[in-house]
């Protein structure tokens, strides 16, 4: 099927120019991806991100990633000016597989130019990094212990909750399947932490300190990590959400504390950025991201823009915690969001959202793919593509009709890797 779709070309940074006046005055953004391991995404996302910066004064950005880590590449473009060689061994220290998602050489080269940027404003003009994420609860429980050292119930609050995780080995999986047998169960304890040290910040009676923040978000991601893991080993609709509301929960205390007129860019999956009610995720009770950010802050003050591509080369693994390789990624199915946009012309486009109401066949759900860090291609017909109502789930769509593998830190199984600061590098 032919469709006649308003389209916008996409070639070069100025033509993001549209983009930008449709965003308006929103004050969240959310840039999506339907892959993880794609270059183009990560490019065209720092360049959105760049203007948004310069632009129209756009705070930080918060990525689906662990906070611990992430915490350290804020503190990083903060500080003093440094080298790209700097901001590649920095994204090593993402260890967590999939390590590539934030180690890779595309990331290094948005960080080098935050540090720069950072070095041109005043202290408390400066961007942010902040990472969503839940997974992170052993390395969240370490940072927190030297903001703890001199309150006693905070002390003892925080034993208990190390004695509890102590026989898992720092493995959460195996604590969740401790749960799964009726072994293990630290949900008081994480529960008590995260209440004493919100009891702390409030008895303080002063406006509350980057270090208290700092403390208080370590404490939640423990919290909600061992509700995550508790959960997933049941339930993977409730775990799902569990995430999803942790990360909009650590959306909504960064704009708290960076005050009433902040704004924040975020970077994640399509999944999680475009709206869930147009999707099939609704029917299997499943929230995210960019459905509870619009609910919270207005649709008129949140702008989500999903990406996608026809055909290419991607990173992934051929299952959970294997070797990465570069893949390659067939052309979209016949009838596929991706494929009407090939077929409507094979150029790179941006499409506007405002612009497809009276498109009746995108008013119903069509297959949109997606794809995560576990990717076979053979299998992409059985549960890569997301029924969608694409205008709803998006304000903004970036197409890319034929993308390229990301460039990962760390070595791939089927080729050599470029030497550090290729081809970004300063």
């Known amino acids: 099927m032919t469709l006649t779709i308003p389209n916008y070309p996409l070639q070069t940074e100025q033509d993001l120019d549209v983009l930008l006046q449709e965003i308006g005055d929103a004050r ?28 129209k004064g756009f705070d930080f950005i918060a990525v689906e990633g662990e906070w611990a ?8 473009i903060k500080g003093e000016a440094q080298d790209s060689a700097a901001a590649v061994n920095l994204l090593k220290q993402y260890n967590r597989w999939p390590t590539w998602m934030w180690g890779n050489y595309e990331v290094a080269s948005l960080v080098t130019w935050l ?34 050292q001199q309150n006693p119930s905070l002390v003892k609050a925080a034993q208990e909750v190390h004695q509890c995780f102590q026989p898992y080995s720092a493995d959460a999986m195996q604590y969740a399947q401790a749960v799964a047998n009726a072994d293990a169960n630290c949900r008081a304890e994480t529960n008590r932490l995260w209440r004493e040290v919100q009891k702390l910040s ?3 009676g002063e406006a509350k300190s980057e270090e208290q923040f700092v403390a208080e978000q370590n404490a939640l991601v423990a919290y909600n990590g061992e509700r995550y893991y508790r959960t997933a080993v049941s339930s993977n609709t409730a775990s799902w959400n569990i995430r ?64 996608g591509s026809y055909s290419g080369t991607v990173i992934a693994a051929g299952g959970w915690g294997a070797p990465i ?21 094979p150029t ?38 997301v029924p969608s109502i694409i205008p709803k789930r998006y304000d903004a769509f970036l197409y890319i009709d034929k993308t390229n593998a990301l460039h990962p830190i760390e070595e791939i199984s089927v080729r050599n890797e470029p030497p550090d600061l290729y081809p970004w590098g300063t």
């Open 28 to 55: 969240i953004v959310l840039l999506g991806e339907a892959s993880h391991g794609t270059s183009e995404y990560y490019t065209w996302r720092a360049a959105i991100t760049k203007r948004l910066i310069q632009e």
């Open 69 to 76: 880590d992430s915490y350290r590449v804020n503190q990083f």
């Open 115 to 148: 540090n720069q940027y950072n070095q041109t404003v005043i202290n408390t003009s400066k961007i942010g990094f902040f990472g969503l994420d839940v997974y992170c609860l052993w390395e969240s429980m370490t940072e927190l212990m030297p903001y703890i």
């Open 202 to 204: 409030k008895t303080s």
């Open 244 to 307: 999803d509301q942790h990360m909009t929960q650590t959306l909504q205390r960064l704009l708290s504390f960076y005050g009433p007129g902040s704004k924040a860019i975020v970077w994640e999956h399509n999944t999680h950025v475009g709206d869930a009610r147009y999707t099939d995720m609704a029917s299997q009770g499943e929230v995210n991201v960019g459905q509870l950010v619009r609910k919270e802050y207005g649709e008129e003050n949140v702008f989500i823009v999903g990406f």
């Open 325 to 345: 390789k570069s893949i390659q990624m067939p052309p979209a199915t016949e009838g596929s969001w991706e494929q009407i946009l090939h077929q409507l012309s």
């Open 348 to 385: 790179n486009k941006i499409i506007l959202s405002k612009d497809l109401q009276d498109q009746k066949h995108l008013k119903r759900p069509i297959g949109h793919r997606a794809i995560g860090v576990v990717y076979n291609p053979e299998l992409e017909h059985l549960g890569n593509y």
